[in-house]
């Protein structure tokens, strides 16, 4: 289990309210068990939550079992990178937050693609050098 971010620091959670994360330990950990790879953090939106019902996701309902309360515009979650990139291309990717997502979704999403969707880049990105 990876517990670093796509910036390469330490990953931060993602959220809480709702409990997010594979593990429902409000961050984007992964491990062997989590085939999906749930390592975006994302600030879901309508249209993605819109996108994915389409798709066969359906992350709006309440799925109790599954300790999933059904997502609204503005939660925060850890989606898979596959569904996320599968948005992206259809033009409906939700604002990801970089410091929160796990450096493994750079296996199958270039930084570059993440980072034109990011909501925690400062407005100096010169201090992202350290």
């Known amino acids: ?3 670093r971010n796509v910036l390469g620091t330490a990953l931060e959670p993602c959220g809480t309210d709702p409990l997010t994360g594979f593990y429902r330990d409000g961050s984007c950990l992964t491990g062997p068990e989590d085939l999906g ?3 975006v953090c994302a600030v879901v939106t309508a249209e993605f939550l ?3 019902r389409r798709i066969g996701n359906d992350l709006s309902t309440p799925m109790p079992h599954y300790r999933f309360p ?3 515009p503005g939660d ?5 990178a596959v569904n ?3 948005a992206h291309g259809d033009g409906v990717a939700a604002p990801v937050v970089l410091a929160s997502s796990n ?3 750079l296996e199958l999403i270039p930084f570059s693609v993440l980072e034109e969707h990011a909501v925690d880049v400062p407005s100096d990105p010169g201090a ?3």
């Open 37 to 39: 790879s749930h390592t």
């Open 84 to 86: 996320w990139l599968r």
């Open 103 to 105: 450096e493994r979704v």
């Open 128 to 130: 992202l050098d350290g």
């Open 76 to 80: 925060r979650w850890c989606v898979t």
């Open 50 to 52: 819109e996108h994915q």
């Open 1 to 3: 289990m990876t517990n």
């Open 70 to 72: 059904g997502l609204l």
